[in-house]
């Protein structure tokens, strides 16, 4: 079984630049989740697909982030403009059903803005 | 308030020895799980272990169990025999019940990094 695939896995852009990042999460895995890792803490969720609804985006930066589940399948999470502080490793990750014990991870897309 | 709390920001461990890696949190609701992830420097969060609120039994996983105190809030991870490839951070995490209004999003704390000494 092919697991969470994210691309691309590296990044570098100045900052006010645009930027977007993919994820293919597990087949038939309804429920897709977005998490930032800055550097030295844990992964804080940004936003939360079911299928193809949001389910939690309250803590997404409405005015620079959006992210889009449009089929149900693939998502992508786009920065526009990045901000300094957006530097960070972005994990992808799904689960069977919102309340499943495992959600499985991607291996990341570490992001650098200059 | 901080949800979940990792104090050790490092631990050094002797090869085959045993580790433990402390984890407490905070929630009102009654149903909860309680996770453990290993990141290695790879970057790739590997589940490790869950234990829920109202199991009866701590948790165990091969190498890994789960010391699960409800009354003290604490959830550590002890790894027995250590080897040289438990070298990473580790994350402990909580998903909150449907009565906090959670719909399955984990809260991850700031982690421990674990070096394993030959």
């Known amino acids: 079984e092919a697991g969470v695939a994210q691309s691309p896995r590296y990044k570098i852009i100045e900052k006010r630049q645009s930027v977007a990042f993919w994820c293919n999460p597990i087949?038939?895995?309804?429920?897709l989740y977005w998490y930032q890792q800055i550097l030295g803490q844990g992964p804080k969720l940004l936003i939360q697909f079911q299928n193809n609804g949001v389910v939690d985006d309250s803590q997404l930066p409405k005015d620079r982030f959006s992210a889009e589940r449009l089929k149900g399948v693939d998502s992508t999470l786009k920065i526009q403009p990045a901000k300094l502080e957006d530097s960070a490793v972005y994990l992808c990750?799904?689960?069977?059903?919102?309340?499943?014990?495992?959600?499985?991870f991607g291996p990341g897309t570490r992001l650098t803005v200059l | 308030a901080q949800k979940i709390t990792q104090t050790q920001p490092g631990m050094f461990v002797q090869e085959k020895e045993a580790v433990t890696l402390d984890c407490t949190y905070d929630?009102?609701?009654?149903?909860?799980?309680l996770f453990w992830y290993k990141q290695p420097s790879s970057g790739e969060m590997i589940f490790l272990i869950y234990?829920?609120?109202?199991?009866?039994q701590n948790a165990t996983e091969g190498r890994y169990s789960l010391n699960f105190q409800k009354a003290r809030k604490s959830a550590n991870l002890v790894i027995s025999a250590s080897q040289l490839g438990d070298s990473a951070m580790y994350f402990c995490a909580m998903r909150e019940g449907p009565r906090s209004g959670n719909t399955g999003k984990l809260i991850f704390g700031q982690g421990t990094t674990l070096q394993v000494k030959p």
């Open positions: 990750a799904s689960s069977s059903q919102a309340g499943e014990n495992e959600q499985f």
């Open positions: 929630t009102s609701d009654p149903s909860y799980g």
């Open positions: 087949s038939g895995h309804a429920t």
């Open positions: 234990q829920g609120s109202y199991d009866q």
